[in-house]
């Protein structure tokens, strides 16, 4: 365990902190949850979000992260091959990044290899196998859209 030293670390980091923000989510209530204000659709989507979609098992909380690392264990879907001289192949656990104000910064996933959200429902509803149907992704979508 390496201790910070409040005086010459925690501050610094503090103000860094100050620095990241996320942009404003009228729909979110203090909690993270939708408020009065949303739409069906949005609350297709928060239920699909926590539920069925699995979503919420890895991105939790006001700040929609668990801040560590998962592994999708995306190698079972290709055979490692070389590409410019370097073996390509599964990722390892990754990084669980927030979901907050995710319409603003595609592209999606740690590589930015899903270029929109729809890319990235139906990325995790391969991957995790969850068989949403089209309205789901819809609904799913117009959550994410909120956040």
């Known amino acids: 365990m390496n201790p910070l030293d409040r005086g010459s670390q925690v501050q610094h980091m503090a103000e860094m902190q100050k620095l990241f923000d996320f942009p404003p989510a009228p729909k979110l209530d203090t909690f993270g949850r939708l408020n009065d204000t949303a739409t069906a659709a949005e609350l297709r989507g928060e239920a699909l979000f926590r539920g069925k979609?699995?979503?919420?098992?890895?991105?939790?909380?006001?700040?929609?992260?668990?801040?560590?690392?998962?592994?999708?264990?995306?190698?079972?879907?290709?055979?490692?091959?070389?590409?410019?001289?370097?073996?390509?192949?599964?990722?390892?656990?990754?990084?669980?990044?927030?979901?907050?104000?995710?319409?603003?910064?595609?592209?999606?996933?740690?590589?930015?290899?899903?270029l929109t959200l729809e890319d990235t429902i139906e990325f995790f509803n391969l991957v995790l196998e969850l068989h949403l149907g089209p309205n789901e992704k819809a609904d799913l979508l117009a959550y994410l859209l909120v956040l």
Request: glycine share 10%.
């Open 53 to 114: 979609a699995r979503c919420a098992e890895c991105h939790t909380g006001v700040q929609f992260t668990d801040n560590a690392l998962q592994d999708l264990q995306l190698g079972r879907f290709f055979a490692p091959r070389m590409i410019n001289g370097m073996v390509a192949d599964e990722d390892g656990p990754i990084k669980v990044f927030t979901l907050r104000g995710i319409k603003d910064t595609p592209p999606y996933f740690h590589d930015g290899r899903l």
